[in-house]
């Protein structure tokens, strides 16, 4: 059922430029990209699609399940004069580290199924995806930096990126099979503002993990940088594959200088198999694969967005620094966050992630003893 937004501005029907539909755009990224769209003088109008009715202002609001087949109507008609939806960026995503994975990979590939159809037969020219430059792989021989079409390398080890590589090869085959159809896909770096993932959570803990003959290369991108390079990718400024992150990279050893807060280095087989083992006797949500992605580089040159004028307004160092104010006062060890209690008394800050690596080998020993 849609509920049409009272405080659309009529200028906008003789505008130029296109017509914009969002999904997500109740909330987090979407709902930020929503507001800088109804603000922007270069869009004619802006539909605003989600489960729920959001908060920005100046958009036409639809609620419905972004998997609900009806999607392709309200694409079509927009339920306005001016015309059709001339592009769709699809940020109706669901990463959430506690989320179960079977229903997050059923929302996120069904999802971009039901848009990419549904705005093939609406008439869209394109859609915009957004993944994560996770997608790359973090592999000790990737280049520093990666290009934008540099092989997806990836595995579905890491929490989500299944479901981004899913998406990914969707917008692979879209074109082929919707002639007429473009997809962009934008890949951010880690992504900071608001967020809540593995990577960010990293810096919620009291050490920081690094894992021996390891290379960290750590790469940020504000939120308020994605919603920039979204709009390009909207207003038709650039399109492709675009990598999407500060300009270059920060070392392991500036990282622990700039926060600091002190490394625990661990042999690779240590912290591996105790990522592993917390995993899978669901102690931590994060898997071993979340690991990889700081130890190894996957830095992008975002060169695409730069050739066609787009710059972050964000340095890696403020972006850091803006995480590590996001997540003072809270405590997470091994990915999986605990109370200023446990925090403070149960592990005990400095020790808890010995505590926890040193829990894994004691079930380990203890299974063996049993002949388990």
């Not at 959570?201 to 050490?207: K, N, V």
């Not at 661990?266 to 994060?286: D, E, F, K, N, Q």
Request: proline share 5%.
């Amino acid at each position: 059922m849609s509920s049409p937004e009272p405080n659309v501005r009529a200028a906008r029907n003789d505008a130029a430029g296109p017509v914009v539909a969002v999904t997500g755009a109740a909330s987090g990224t979407g709902a930020l990209l929503t507001a800088r769209l109804a603000a922007s003088a270069e869009v004619r109008r802006v539909v605003a699609l989600d489960e729920r009715r959001g908060e920005v202002t100046g958009a036409q609001w639809h609620t419905l399940d972004v998997r609900d087949p009806a999607l392709a109507e309200r694409l079509g008609s927009a339920g306005a004069a001016d015309g059709p939806v001339d592009v769709v960026v699809h940020l109706a995503l669901d990463l959430d580290l506690e989320a179960d994975p079977a229903a997050r990979t059923a929302y996120n590939v069904r999802g971009t199924q039901t848009v990419l159809t549904s705005a093939a037969a609406a008439g869209v020219r394109r859609v915009v995806l957004c993944t994560s430059a996770m997608v790359y792989g973090a592999l000790p021989d990737n280049d520093v930096p990666l290009a934008e079409d540099a092989e997806l390398r990836a595995t579905a080890e890491a929490t989500g990126v299944g479901d981004l590589l899913e998406i990914e090869r969707l917008a692979e085959r879209a074109p082929r099979a919707h002639p007429g159809l473009n997809v962009t896909v934008v890949r951010p770096a880690v992504l900071v503002g608001g967020t809540d993932t593995a990577l960010t959570r990293y810096f919620e803990s009291p050490r920081l993990l690094v894992v021996s003959g390891s290379r960290p290369c750590w790469q940020f991108c504000h939120v308020e940088d994605l919603v920039s390079a979204l709009e390009y990718a909207a207003l038709e400024k650039a399109d492709g594959e675009l990598a999407v992150g500060c300009d270059g990279w920060l070392e392991q050893e500036e990282v622990e200088e700039l926060s600091g807060i002190r490394r625990m280095e661990l042999p690779s087989a240590v912290a591996l198999g105790a990522a592993s083992r917390l995993h899978r006797l669901g102690l931590t949500p994060s898997p071993a694969g979340d690991l990889a992605y700081t130890m190894h580089p996957w830095v992008v040159s975002g060169s695409r967005l730069h050739d066609a004028g787009w710059r972050p307004k964000w340095t890696n160092e403020e972006v850091l620094a803006e995480l590590l104010a996001e997540v003072e006062g809270r405590h997470t060890v091994a990915g999986r966050r605990l109370g200023r209690k446990d925090a403070a008394t149960t592990l005990g800050a400095a020790g808890a992630t010995v505590a926890l690596v040193g829990t894994a080998a004691l079930v380990r020993r203890a299974r063996r003893r049993r002949g388990l």
